[in-house]
């Protein structure tokens, strides 16, 4: 846990352990039903759990926030942002029902009281969040359509490249002002060489 301690550090022991135990039961799970490429497992910490991280280090999340993460997977960056934040509420959607078993499993392995996991499409849910969160689902002009209307501050979406040509398609196809729209580099916080091309594209209401 030095690492993670040091990116965040007010996190708390029940958190580090938390963290520790979230790879275990990525590992034990996806043994089972392959939510991450096995090649990638090695990796888990670096490309999954702290690329999900990269969002609390932007994101205003406080107390009693609700927080859509919509085609979570197995339950990223759902699940490590709502260890992070356990005062806030992540519901975690997806269309494919084994991913959400898997979600389901890791949170309540780790006792997390506020995740619930959905097998839904987005556009289906009722209700709506302060934020949507998400991670490379697909492009932007496809995802903002499934959550317009449904968020009240402000979308964090990671991603990765030169995403100014997506970002301009979206401002046009989706009628948003191109000021909505802010890029920032993962690599701002994070040194690995993997996240030399990553990006939060954060989207404003």
């Given at each position: 846990?030095?690492?993670?301690?040091?990116?965040?550090?007010?996190?708390?022991?029940?958190?580090?352990?938390?963290?520790?135990?979230?790879?275990?039961?990525?590992?034990?799970?996806?043994?089972?039903?392959?939510v991450?490429?096995?090649?990638?497992?090695?990796?888990?910490?670096?490309?999954?759990?702290?690329?999900?991280?990269?969002?609390?280090?932007?994101?205003?999340?406080?107390p009693?926030?609700?927080?859509?993460?919509?085609?979570?997977?197995?339950?990223?960056?759902?699940?490590?942002?709502?260890v992070?934040?356990?005062?806030?509420?992540?519901?975690?959607?997806?269309?494919?029902?084994?991913?959400?078993?898997?979600?389901?499993?890791?949170?309540?392995?780790?006792?997390?009281?506020?995740?619930?996991?959905?097998?839904?499409?987005?556009?289906?849910?009722?209700?709506?969040?302060?934020?949507?969160?998400?991670?490379?689902?697909?492009?932007?002009?496809?995802?903002?359509?499934?959550?317009?209307?449904?968020?009240?501050?402000?979308?964090?979406?990671?991603?990765?490249?030169?995403?100014?040509?997506?970002i301009?398609?979206?401002?046009?196809?989706?009628?948003?002002?191109?000021?909505?729209?802010?890029?920032?580099r993962?690599?701002?916080?994070?040194?690995?060489?993997?996240?030399?091309?990553?990006?939060?594209?954060?989207?404003?209401?």
């Amino acid at each position: 846990m030095e690492r993670m301690t040091e990116l965040f550090p007010a996190l708390t022991p029940q958190q580090e352990a938390q963290f520790d135990a979230m790879e275990a039961l990525y590992r034990e799970w996806n043994a089972r039903i392959n939510v991450i490429s096995r090649k990638d497992m090695e990796n888990i910490r670096t490309h999954h759990i702290l690329h999900s991280l990269s969002i609390a280090k932007v994101a205003p999340f406080a107390p009693g926030d609700t927080v859509l993460d919509l085609g979570t997977g197995g339950g990223f960056p759902g699940i490590p942002l709502a260890v992070c934040f356990p005062e806030v509420r992540f519901t975690l959607c997806d269309s494919i029902g084994k991913k959400v078993k898997v979600a389901q499993a890791v949170a309540d392995g780790l006792g997390l009281t506020n995740v619930p996991c959905v097998q839904a499409r987005g556009e289906s849910l009722p209700g709506r969040f302060d934020f949507v969160v998400s991670r490379a689902v697909t492009d932007l002009s496809t995802f903002y359509p499934w959550v317009k209307g449904r968020f009240n501050r402000a979308i964090f979406y990671l991603k990765g490249g030169d995403l100014d040509a997506e970002i301009a398609a979206c401002a046009r196809r989706c009628h948003l002002d191109p000021a909505s729209f802010f890029q920032v580099r993962i690599s701002n916080w994070f040194s690995d060489p993997w996240f030399e091309e990553k990006k939060i594209v954060i989207i404003s209401q």
